[in-house]
């Protein structure tokens, strides 16, 4: 069965570095999702991003993070300068159409200290 | 008010029993309706959509009241293996972004 990619599966990083992570989404789908969860807290929506453009973003989303689709198989997410409280669980997810269920990688384990 | 809204749980069940976890949404625009599964530390995974009608997956039955603006799922004959947190997820009628409930913790003991 196609599966979500994530590289790392566990990054540690200082505050204040730029961190990128990688997605390798299902091959056939059209739709892109970074989504978050700190430790012992829900999942929480990042940043959505279709035909080559963000479609929708959170409040989290805010102008340290960035995403890109460089190669049309990649997606990254990237931290330009990052805080303590970035540390989370990030989730890439992806689609294949309107409506349809989201299918997560496995995730990185994103730690700042 | 909380976008979905779950009990917590933790659910204590012994193995065999019958199990319902309740979730409630806040937006009525909200479109469509799936329960995820969770192990600790891991990814969200698709138990099932929720349709309008009742669905039924093997042991797994879900149950959607718009009206109410409600979403149920009932676990049959409880597993070990169905240990989990189980997330009711919806998505809204302004994109297809994923509004999580903090999800129910389940636990079945043998």
């Known amino acids: 069965e196609p599966e979500v990619t994530q590289t790392p599966s566990h990054q540690v990083t200082q505050m204040g570095q730029e961190v990128i992570l990688r997605c390798v989404p299902i091959?056939?789908?059209?739709?892109f999702y970074w989504y978050r969860q700190i430790l012992g807290q829900k999942v929480e929506f990042l940043v959505s991003f279709y035909n080559n453009e963000i479609s929708e973003k959170s409040e989290i989303f805010d102008d340290q993070f960035s995403v890109e689709r460089p190669d049309g198989s990649n997606f990254t997410l990237k931290i330009r300068s990052t805080k303590l409280e970035d540390s989370a669980m990030y989730f890439c997810?992806?689609?294949?159409?309107?409506?349809?269920?989201?299918?997560f990688g496995d995730g990185t384990r994103l730690s700042i200290l | 008010r909380k976008e979905v809204e779950q009990d917590p749980g933790p659910f204590n069940v012994p193995e065999g029993a019958t199990v319902a976890f309740n979730c409630t949404y806040s937006?009525?625009?909200?479109?469509?309706f799936f329960w995820y599964r969770q192990d600790c530390r891991k990814e969200p995974k698709l138990l099932m959509s929720?349709?309008?009608s009742g669905n039924e997956d093997g042991r797994f039955t879900a149950q959607l009241n718009r009206a109410s603006q409600y979403i149920s799922l009932l676990i049959r004959d409880s597993k070990l293996s169905d240990s989990a947190t189980y997330l009711c997820v919806v998505i809204n009628n302004a994109g297809n972004m994923l509004t999580f409930g903090g999800g129910t913790r389940l636990m079945v003991k043998p």
């Open positions: 997810a992806s689609m294949r159409g309107t409506g349809q269920p989201q299918h």
């Open positions: 929720v349709y309008s």
């Open positions: 091959s056939n789908h059209l739709y």
């Open positions: 937006n009525s625009a909200s479109q469509s």
